[in-house]
């Protein structure tokens, strides 16, 4: 069985670490609980010692702890440290290294991932020093779930509110799944571990389809995934930037240490991407429906004996190149995607030039290809200093291959090679 050591902090959120335990027993993990002296304002160690079935850990200097297994072996008893809700000052302290009672302590000496999910009031989310301490923990390689946006228990509204239970636990089974590639530099994080190279910049990714309604029931569509505009956003994140991914309607988590807003139409997605600027990147991954109907029906259309209804359609705005063509405000970095069934690098050279970006990620998505929907993808840079393909991939390398050409990019470096 996985076990993984749950640090409960003092936030409000800590009640709902109380469901996560019981959300990880369901899907077989067990948890080893550590409570901060703050947590204890919110839940008590009986309930989570009730919930995990397990002795609760809260002093470092306890000498029957200290008996028993020691700080240290506890940071080490898991496959995996889960911090939730993770405040603003266990941030801080973990971003620091401060070692000042038993959660930080074992924070710093575990040699195991650590997975944050994030909760605290949204000015706090929002303030620089969290920004850098979030920056920092990220290019340490620790993983991040959440926070989501709505309303706070301060009666204030935006991000901040901690990940669902279910959700973390998704993050939870992700990282236990994944090989160690975080884990080594965690392991050997060496003197004066250099920060990612996004860390600090601001970058804004849309991806997956939009649905234009017809009536209340039915809506033009088309077959994006999202699955490479998500790979490509959490591996921006995992280069230390600060990503907000506006999605289309797809059945995919939020990545973990994204901020992701979920829209159904064109119109709101740009609307959120509006919302998400200024950036120091824009991404536009998601393939948008380039028409909708003209007039939205209130009602269900009634199918009606020998008359077909008619459709107008109209064009929908055109995210990339309105974003694009704007003067002050421009994205210094402008990155779009071009799928397309033929002649892909020819529409591509044209989709640079009519749009105005900077960058074109090209690909075929003709049926035989499997790409739209499919786990793999085979993709061509196009800039106006030529084309490089590259070849055949998992998203997921795809998405960390681009991430890197955006960020040699954004340093001024003119080769898009990852
Ligand atoms: C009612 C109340 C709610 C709080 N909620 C949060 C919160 O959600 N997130 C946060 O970062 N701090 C919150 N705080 C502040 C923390 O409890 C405080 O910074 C504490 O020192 C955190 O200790 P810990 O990080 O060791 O758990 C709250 C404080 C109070 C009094």
Redesign the pocket.
């Known amino acids: 069985m996985k076990r993984v050591l749950l640090v ?7 009640y709902k670490s109380l469901d996560l335990i019981r959300r990880l027993r369901e899907r077989g993990i067990a948890s080893r609980v550590v ?5 204890k ?2 839940v008590t160690p009986l309930s989570a010692a009730g919930l995990s079935g397990d002795k609760v850990y809260d002093e470092l200097f306890s000498l029957t702890d200290e008996a028993e297994m020691g700080h240290i072996q506890l940071s080490r008893s898991a496959d995996l440290v889960v911090v939730a ?7 801080a ?1 973990m971003a620091h290294g401060l070692a000042d ?1 038993l ?2 302590t074992l924070l710093l000496a575990t040699d195991k991932r650590v997975l944050i999910a ?4 949204v000015r ?1 989310w929002l303030h620089p020093a969290t920004r850098r301490n979030l920056a920092t923990l990220k290019s340490d390689g620790v993983l991040a779930v959440g926070p989501g946006e709505g309303e ?3 009666g204030e509204f935006g991000p ?1 509110r ?1 990940a669902e239970p279910n959700e973390i636990a998704d993050a939870v089974e992700r990282a236990l799944g994944e090989p160690a590639r975080i884990a080594a530099t965690h392991a050997l994080p060496g003197p004066g571990t250099a920060l990612g190279p996004l860390a600090g910049k601001r970058v804004v990714v849309t991806a997956g389809p939009t649905h234009e309604p017809i009536d209340p029931v039915r809506y033009i569509a088309n077959r994006s995934s999202g699955k490479q505009g998500f790979a490509l956003a959490r591996a921006l994140a995992d280069l230390g930037a600060y990503v907000t991914l506006v999605a289309g309607p797809v059945g995919l988590p939020d990545p973990a240490g994204v901020t992701t807003r979920r829209v159904e139409t064109a119109r709101e997605m740009l609307a959120a991407v509006d919302e998400a600027l200024p950036a120091d990147v824009f991404v536009a991954a998601a393939a948008v429906a380039d028409w909708r109907v003209a007039t939205e029906g209130g009602e269900k259309i009634k199918k009606q004996a020998g008359a077909l209804p008619r459709f107008d359609l109209i064009e929908n705005p055109d995210i990339l190149a309105s974003i694009a063509r704007r003067g002050a405000g421009r994205p210094p970095l402008i990155v779009g995607f071009a799928a397309e069934t033929e002649k892909v690098i020819e529409h591509a050279r044209a989709k640079l030039a009519r749009k105005g970006c900077d960058l074109i990620v090209a690909n075929d998505v003709s049926p035989q290809t499997g790409i739209m929907g499919g786990d793999r993808n085979r993709v061509h840079l196009v800039t106006a200093d030529g084309v490089e393909d590259w070849p055949d991939l998992g998203k997921d390398e795809v998405a960390r291959r681009l991430a890197a050409a955006i960020a040699a990019r954004l340093a001024g470096r003119r080769e898009i090679s990852a």
């Open positions: 409960i902090g003092g936030g409000v959120a800590a409570l901060t002296r703050a947590a304002q919110f809700p993770a405040t603003a000052d266990l941030m302290k009672d959660a930080s994030p909760a605290m009031n706090m706070m228990a301060c901040g901690m």
